[in-house]
């Protein structure tokens, strides 16, 4: 374990220790500040300063004939460009696009893609139908020193795409790797993107990536979206939700780590042609047979048929606009568990909760180095552990609110043996909480250029003091 922890701050890829920049935090924590009774008083508070999440940039022409564009900023300029799965290799990115061909731009459904790829730069173009006289491809611009890794490049292919393509409805597509919250140090050429790191939208050449607090800046920015939707690993947490939860009316991500394979391009875009007037729910719903159907059938790489039975894998779908409530039921329950002492409630937690791709996963089996937890497991797990009342019921509304308010569709398959998780006991968001190791290498504070103090949610709950509290519980 020392030669991994030494591996992963020297590279500087590293996941932070949550608590590290908790324990930065501004403001200290009020055990008597709030309880679950005054829930419904914090979220009206919350709520009358939020901005209105349904704005969303006109059109340039009033005569939209078309009910969707559908926008992918698609990043191989890393190892997605030709990288290696099950011993095999593979050109993931090109086989994304590839399906996105099959389909194309319709009459009902534009299309778009940024395309970024190791050596080429990028090129914006509108995918149609490939054939025999067809590349599918209409490229609009190419860029031989695209800067992939800079927001401002999402939200200009963003505006542009709006303007050049208008519809009654849009959504977004990050295609990349992903590494949840956390903004590593980008000391090392590759860093991050090498086959055991990941971040989001990394731009191998130019060492540059999309920061969690960025991705913000991209809907607000580039305005409103229907659907956004990360195809990367790691990304559905209640951190980086938070940050876009104002403009977007739906958020679909995974918890865990995702398979090269990405999204199936050619089903969604025969879904979404199929019914341009789904709803939430339905496109939910999309999501989640997909992937069950996906990783029932198993993968096909080459000539060689992988089974992916062993493998866990989740998917979930969430309700921007339930964030704005998130802090309230935190702070209930990180208030009551603190208040109330529930130490071992809080270390059965620790030890038991559902945890999501270890820094290490090769060598580190037991998610010893393992930061991201199930929420709601988490919660399930304290409460009903808990010697006190409020405490318990606490617990029960966070589950209750995940459950029925935040979460539209939730998918967790198969088990980690190792550590005896069922991945169908998920509930559809991760969140940051005290690692398993004792105890924590202090050089890890120096892994990341975010403060986890400094995100959003941070700002608006007392989660971050609370993990701060359940970092020196797990330390006795």
């Known amino acids: 374990m020392k030669k991994i922890i030494a591996k992963i701050a020297i590279a500087a890829t590293a996941f932070l220790f949550f608590t590290v920049s908790g324990l930065n935090a501004q403001n200290s924590f009020n055990l008597n500040a709030i309880n ?31 009910e969707w564009t559908i926008m992918v900023f698609m990043n191989s300029k890393n190892n997605l460009s030709q990288s290696a799965a099950f011993g095999l290799s593979g050109k993931w990115a090109a086989k994304d696009l590839a399906e996105m061909k099959k389909v194309g731009t319709t009459d ?11 050596g080429k730069g990028s090129k914006r ?17 190419q860029d031989p020193k695209a800067d992939m890794g800079d927001y401002k490049r999402v939200i200009d292919f963003v505006k542009w795409s709006k303007q050049t393509f208008p519809s009654r409805k849009y959504m977004l597509i990050l295609w990349n790797h992903g590494l949840g919250w956390i903004d590593p140090v980008m000391k090392i050429p590759g860093a991050g993107t090498a086959s055991a790191d990941k971040g989001i939208l990394f731009d191998d050449e130019t060492k540059h990536y ?22 990367a690993c790691l990304m559905q947490m209640a951190e980086v939700a938070y940050e876009v939860k104002d403009n977007a009316g739906l958020i679909v991500a995974s918890e865990e780590t995702m398979l090269a394979y990405g999204f199936d391009y050619e089903k969604l875009l025969n879904f979404m042609n199929a019914d341009t007037a789904a709803d939430n729910e339905q496109i939910s719903d999309f999501f989640i047979n997909w992937e069950r159907d996906f ?12 089974p992916l039975s062993a493998m866990t894998a989740t998917i979930s779908t969430l309700r921007p606009a339930a ?26 937690a620790v030890a038991g909760a559902i945890r999501f791709s270890s820094l290490d996963p090769k060598n580190d089996k037991k998610k010893m180095i393992a930061p991201y937890a199930d929420l709601y497991d988490f919660a399930g797990i304290t409460g009903g552990n808990a010697k006190n009342q409020e405490t318990r019921e606490a617990a029960e509304s966070l589950r209750t609110f995940i459950k029925t308010k935040l979460v539209i569709r939730s998918l967790g398959l198969n088990s980690d043996t190792e550590n005896g998780y069922d991945y169908s006991k998920v509930g559809g968001i991760a969140i940051n909480m005290t690692m398993k190791i004792k105890p924590v290498p202090p050089q890890l504070a120096a892994v990341s250029q975010t403060k986890y103090a400094d995100l959003s949610l941070s700002r608006a709950s007392q989660w971050d003091e609370f993990v701060t509290w359940t970092d020196g519980v797990w330390s006795k």
């Open 295 to 306: 990783y029932a059938a198993g993968a096909s790489v080459g000539f060689a048929h992988i």
């Open 108 to 118: 009902k459904i534009n299309v778009v893609v940024e395309f970024g790829t190791t």
């Open 323 to 348: 964030l704005n409530d998130l802090p309230a039921y935190l702070d209930a329950f990180a208030g009551a568990a603190m208040r109330n002492n529930e130490t071992e409630a809080v270390k059965t």
């Open 125 to 141: 173009m509108l995918v149609g139908k490939s054939g025999l006289f067809s590349s599918g491809e209409k490229v609009y611009s």
């Open 210 to 231: 999309v920061r969690t607090r960025e991705l913000g800046e991209i809907l607000r920015q580039g305005g409103y979206v229907d659907v956004f939707a990360m195809n």
């Open 36 to 66: 679950a009774d005054e829930i419904k008083a914090a979220i009206a508070a919350d709520r009358s300063e939020a901005p209105d999440s349904q704005k969303q940039i006109a059109p340039s022409s009033a005569d939209i004939q078309k």
